[in-house]
């Protein structure tokens, strides 16, 4: 009978100091993000640091992302005032390319145009373009680039960027000889579109869509920039002039 109380009181005591280890242990391997691993030499158990995968991915799933009916606004800040890209919005607003992604993957899709997330909710994106030039003026037509190919762009009365149009050469016939030129007319036939890449010089066009007028109240040899030239503000009256002064800039 004495002998059994030793044994039972020895058992006790080996089962206090097993769980108090294992308390021990489990404490320390959360509190240094460890984990024990089966290797093939002795010990035969090691430690190594837990893989953060899942705490990576619960972040990754409750980021805010672009749902089908999400708003899109594009913004630009120029030094005189706000404008709004339309034409980015209407294309945007009315294509799935964006659903899914992540205000970080947005930025990085729209990088190379200068905008970049401002405010970011499940049912409308801000994106903001900051621009140290000026805008354009109301009701006027620019040079810029859509995608890689030249374009046509024009302002409405407040100087938001309304309308585009590809520019082709398709206005002129076989014999070279200029035909009717309509900014709102569709283009019929197979367009021949003038890529970047097809230009005498390149700059200007990116960078005045993206930043503004490339001759601005800040340039000090312009003395009146209201009565200077179309073609050296970069911003024309008509579509036409906007036509031309593209051809112009073509490799001959």
Same mark, same amino acid.
């Given at each position: 009978m004495?002998? /059994?109380k030793i044994l039972y009181s020895l058992l006790t005591v080996i089962l206090i100091a097993f769980i108090g280890a294992n308390y021990t242990l489990v404490r320390y391997m959360n509190k240094n993000n460890l984990k024990l691993e089966t290797c093939s030499t002795l010990p035969y158990l090691k430690f190594i640091a837990k893989s953060n995968n899942l705490m990576q991915t619960s972040v990754t799933t409750n980021? $805010? /992302?672009v749902s089908q009916n999400t708003k899109f606004i594009f913004e630009i800040k120029y030094k005189d005032k706000g404008v709004r890209n339309m034409v980015l919005e209407k294309y945007f607003n009315e294509s799935k390319v964006l659903n899914r992604k992540t205000q970080s993957e947005l930025n990085e899709f729209f990088k190379s145009q200068g905008y970049v997330v401002s405010n970011m909710s499940n049912d409308e994106v801000v994106f903001i373009n900051n621009s140290n030039r000026y805008s354009y003026k109301a009701n006027m037509y620019f040079l810029g680039v859509y995608e890689d190919v030249v374009t046509i =762009?024009? $302002?409405?009365k407040e100087g938001n960027i309304v309308a585009h149009k590809l520019f082709n050469s398709n206005v002129y016939s076989a014999n070279g000889k200029q035909q009717k030129y309509n900014f709102d007319e569709v283009d019929k036939g197979e367009l021949q579109l003038i890529k970047i890449a097809d230009l005498k010089e390149k700059d200007g066009l990116v960078e005045d869509l993206i930043r503004g007028r490339k001759y601005s109240k800040d340039v000090e040899t312009s003395k009146d920039i209201e009565d200077?030239?179309? =073609?050296?503000?970069g911003e024309f009256k008509t579509p036409e002039k906007a036509f031309d002064y593209a051809r112009g800039l073509l490799k001959s």
């Open positions: 004495k002998k /059994r980021l $805010t /992302r =762009y024009k $302002t409405d200077s030239d179309e =073609y050296d503000k």
